[in-house]
């Protein structure tokens, strides 16, 4: 009997009795910043040219799965993540109008990547037609739509593809009746470092579009910067393309693009890099630019009026926002208020969703609430009307407006699925429309409590609590929690089909609102960036600590997760508490303080994060960075680390370095992990079949952690 139930109890310990990982050699390097030395011992593992990272790097990919491929019950996790992630749920997003067509982004699995389609309206999906299917160029599933611009007749469209992940995207022409490419290929319009943008004439004859330098216009190692703004007539080469505007503008500067069709005029946004300082330029019918605004106006936003007004989102002496409409001066001082600051923040965007947008007599804005946000309907003058019909406690994924003063919303919650919405404020009829199908699950079993955690200085950081049905407040129960707390992103109510394998398996899910987001204005921006920073840590930490005291889980049940700017977060919570958790899953994070801005997208982030060169930025910086807080000796909890190869935004050097020194110093046997994708980057543009891999891993790998039986 002994001897059976010892052979059982080998047979459980086996799969992970994990092998001592790959050594890693030591080059120490040692580097003075304001009197103060650093030593560097893998400053070597940051040359991803180098024959030896690269085998360092395989080995350490073999390493990772000799552990992940053994864990028991892996395959039919498997087999639940893909049947979830690969159900055949159709899904419109980035939903673009133009007169009598809808153009839109089609999420259709199993099919790798999304595609272009264009139909006659949002009540009519089953009429669209395909424009560029990714897959078809690229059958490999390696090639993405970045995104799409159409000409203001919708009779062309412009789209920016890359591959694998890179996000460093040519614009191609396509036809809109023939689906055909058409005309010439702009090469180096998109990129990951500063992104990329478009705008049409209005005869659709040309375009205005970003530009990173070709050839030898700039040394290599500036060719991921100093964007600037071109013109490109359809049907002549690129080489003849008109330089419009950018040369003084900043190495690390970002542009947007806005124009209004009917008076053909060209709004430009430049961001100062990704620290939400702004300037912006009207160019007017004459062809020429004015600037009307510089980083120190605050101004963060700009968008066209239906007669082609500007208006302004300002947060100047206005750290939630105002509304502002500037006169045919075009001139901050003279620019009338038309909504005055409030009690809530109003919404800005740079990158993704639009949040702001005006129709033929109407202004809807979106305004965050706290983590959760609603959209308001005002006339142009900024009075308030009737706004459309919303789930409580949601988020609005973007905003789409339609012929007069009709809008397409796009809505979800943590239990709610995902759905775009028509209103029709003639009527003040809400639609749900069928542009997003039903998910393959459903969550309506789960509970959402929203609480607030007391961070160290005293600052009430909400948490929002997902709870299975059935679940004990006895401490007992497995919890994932997970946060960002950076560039003054909100982190907003979304709904995750595959969380409903957590809740099978009695997990509760916790998603906080940290400040270095903008859920509560400027403020709680600022009070998460440059100096400031720990601050993001200790909401976090506090987070970690009240799930724990309210006994929704234990220190033991407890795993943590996040991505890049959330990466750090988990990096920096890693080093500072590491017996607060039992499990890490960081995703494409940052972990070398010192170092990351020397990456070129590293650069574009000193405006949130800082600069070794200023001494009271290097020392806020030195003193949470997670690399050079990690301690020889200490005993750290199980840390998977997943990166993409391809990562053209947070460089993949990041994971390899802070896996090998948590690797040396750790005195503990949990596992210290790294999983380096090769066909993938960031997360944009990743294939389906890459996603269901990535999360197979980090659900068996956290499953295995906090002793969670499988399911079928």
Not at 145 to 162: E, T
Not at 250 to 267: K, S
Not at 334 to 345: F, N, Q
Request: hydrophobic content about 35%.
């Amino acid at each position: 009997m002994k001897s059976i139930r010892m052979t059982l109890l080998m047979t459980l310990i086996a799969p992970f009795a994990l092998a001592a990982p790959p050594a890693t050699k030591t080059e120490p390097t040692t580097d003075t910043y304001h009197g103060t030395e650093v030593v560097d011992p893998y400053r070597w593992l940051e040359d991803a040219k180098s024959q030896d990272v690269k085998a360092w790097s395989d080995a350490q990919n073999a390493h990772a799965r000799t552990y992940l491929d053994k864990l028991p019950g892996r395959d039919a996790l498997r087999t639940r993540v893909k049947g979830i992630l690969t159900a055949k749920t159709i899904a419109h997003f980035n939903l673009t109008h133009r007169p009598g067509m809808l153009f839109a982004m089609k999420r259709l699995p199993p099919k790798e990547q999304p595609f272009l389609v264009v139909m006659p309206s949002a009540e009519a999906p089953e009429k669209a037609h395909v424009l560029v299917d990714p897959t078809e160029i690229d059958a490999k599933g390696k090639t993405t739509i970045d995104w799409y611009v159409p000409s203001p007749d919708g009779s062309l469209v412009a789209v920016s593809l890359s591959k694998a992940g890179s996000e460093a995207g040519d614009v191609h022409v396509f036809d809109t009746a023939t689906g055909k490419q058409v005309h010439e290929v702009i090469p180096r319009v998109q990129n990951g470092t500063a992104g990329g943008d478009l705008a049409w004439t209005p005869d659709g004859k040309g375009f205005f579009y970003t530009r990173y330098p070709r050839g030898r216009e700039r040394p290599p190692e500036d060719s991921d910067f100093y964007q600037q703004v071109w013109f490109h007539e359809l049907g002549n080469p690129t080489e003849k393309d008109r330089y419009e505007l950018g040369k003084e503008f900043p190495r690390i500067g970002e542009i947007r693009l806005f124009a209004h069709n009917a008076t053909g005029r060209l709004l430009v946004s430049m961001q100062n890099g990704d620290g939400g300082e702004f300037a912006h330029y009207l160019r007017g019918q004459d062809g020429k630019y004015h600037q009307f605004s510089a980083f120190e106006d605050r101004a963060i936003q700009v968008f066209f009026g239906p007669k082609g007004e500007v208006y302004v989102l300002s947060r100047k002496d206005a750290p939630r926002g105002k509304l502002m409409r500037l006169g045919d001066d075009v001139d901050l001082k003279t620019a009338k208020v038309v909504v005055p600051e409030g009690k809530d923040t109003i919404v800005s965007d740079f990158y993704g969703k639009p949040t702001i947008v005006a129709t033929a007599s109407r202004l809807y804005v979106t305004y965050q609430t706290g983590g959760p946000d609603e959209v308001r309907a005002l006339t142009l003058d900024g009075k308030e009307l009737a706004a459309p019909k919303q789930p409580p406690v949601s988020a609005t994924t973007e905003l789409t407006p339609l012929a007069d003063d009709d809008l397409l919303f796009g809505n979800s919650s943590y239990v709610q699925p995902p759905a775009q919405y028509l209103f029709r404020p003639k009527s003040h009829e809400v639609k749900k429309t069928q542009l997003i199908g039903d998910p393959p699950v459903s969550l309506a079993d789960v509970r959402v409590e929203r609480k607030f955690a007391v961070s160290k200085d005293g600052t009430k950081v909400p948490v929002n609590i997902l709870i299975p049905k059935g679940a004990k407040l006895d401490g007992k129960n497995p919890c994932l929690l997970t946060g960002y707390g950076g560039y003054g992103i909100s982190v907003e109510p979304g709904f995750s089909s595959v969380r409903r394998i957590l809740f099978d398996h009695g997990f509760v899910v916790a998603v906080a609102n940290l400040r270095g987001g903008s859920e509560y204005g400027e403020a709680w921006h600022h009070a998460g960036r440059l100096t400031e920073k720990q601050n993001v840590f200790d909401d976090f930490a506090a987070a970690m600590k009240l799930l724990i005291d309210d006994k929704y889980t234990s220190s033991d049940k407890l795993a943590i997760e996040g991505g890049s700017n959330g990466g750090l977060l988990l990096g920096a919570i890693l080093t500072q508490h590491p017996d607060l958790m039992k499990c890490v899953i960081s995703h494409v994070g940052i972990y070398d303080m010192l170092r990351v801005e020397l990456s070129p997208n590293g650069a574009f982030n000193v405006p949130e994060f800082g600069t070794v060169k200023d001494s009271t930025q290097f020392r806020a910086l030195h003193a949470y960075s997670p690399y050079h807080n990690v301690k020889d000796g200490e005993k750290y909890p199980a840390t998977l680390f997943m990166t993409g190869a391809n990562d053209p935004r947070v460089d993949p050097m990041q994971s390899r370095k802070m896996t090998a020194r948590l690797q040396a110093a750790t005195k503990g046997d949990a596992p210290i992990l790294l999983r380096t994708s090769d066909s993938s980057g960031h997360g944009a543009g990743t294939a389906l079949s890459e996603r269901v891999e990535e999360l197979t891993d980090a659900y068996a790998f956290l499953f295995q952690q906090l002793g969670v039986s499988k399911k079928e």
